[in-house]
């Protein structure tokens, strides 16, 4: 089964403009889980989302926001860009509840220049 | 909530030695633990997971790991480590079919191995 795909690989951006991420989970996953590994700063949960809804947030500006789709698919959006929102961004995949694991996928690599 | 803390942010060992790598979480419920590995500018591979059962769990690439609920632990081992096992790893805990449910990861251990 293919596994989870973000796109895209790499992303350069200039501070203040928006960027946008995207994620496609595994077939039959509904949950889609967004983390940031920032140097120095570990995995930083940012979103969860489930069937569609925002289920949880981690402790971020409004200005980092996302959807699900309905076939599950997930966008992160980032506006007014500051050179801190340079990261790996890593979107990951599970069943509702995460009995079978999360499932990463290889990230987005975002550069604020 | 749950937490996760790994011990030791670098481990280095020689290869075909042990490999230990320590794992200690909170939580108020029974819950989901994990190991996974992240090699440079890649994402994260599930190495193994705890949820119910037998609480010696056996991983890819010869990791193991064993749940003790009264240290609340949950340490990576390896009996004899491979040059292609230095990176980072990574802990983490989830409580299950929670609302608030995500998985909480340790702040990670770079394992580098010794010729």
């Known amino acids: 089964e293919a596994g989870v795909t973000q796109s895209p690989t790499h992303l350069i951006k200039t501070r203040g403009q928006q960027a946008t991420l995207r994620c496609s989970p595994i077939s039959g996953h509904t949950s889609v889980y967004w983390y940031q590994q920032a140097l120095g700063l570990g995995l930083q949960f940012l979103l969860w989302?489930?069937?569609?809804?925002?289920?949880n947030r981690g402790n971020f500006p409004p200005r980092f926001s996302g959807r699900q789709f309905p076939n599950y698919s997930s966008e992160l959006n980032v506006n007014a860009l500051e050179l801190e929102d340079s990261a790996l961004y890593l979107c990951?995949?599970?069943?509702?509840?995460?009995?079978?694991?999360?499932?990463f996928g290889s990230g987005t690599r975002l550069t604020v220049v | 909530a749950q937490s996760v803390t790994q011990l030791g942010s670098h481990v280095s060992v020689s290869e075909g030695a042990l490999v230990l790598l320590r794992c200690n979480y909170s939580s108020s419920v029974p819950p989901y633990l994990f190991w996974y590995v992240q090699y440079p500018n890649q994402g994260l591979q599930l190495l193994l997971k705890y949820t119910t059962g037998a609480t010696l769990v056996k991983g890819i690439n010869g990791f193991e790991a064993e749940f003790k609920k009264s240290e609340t632990s949950f340490h990576l081992t390896k009996p004899s480590a491979h040059m292609s096992d230095a990176a980072e790893y990574f802990c983490?805990?989830?409580?299950?079919?929670?609302?608030?449910?995500?998985?909480?990861f340790g702040s990670g251990t770079r394992l580098s191995i010794r010729p």
């Open positions: 983490a805990v989830s409580v299950p079919y929670s609302s608030a449910s995500k998985i909480i």
């Open positions: 989302y489930d069937e569609g809804e925002e289920r």
């Open positions: 990951a995949s599970s069943r509702t509840g995460g009995r079978d694991g999360y499932t």
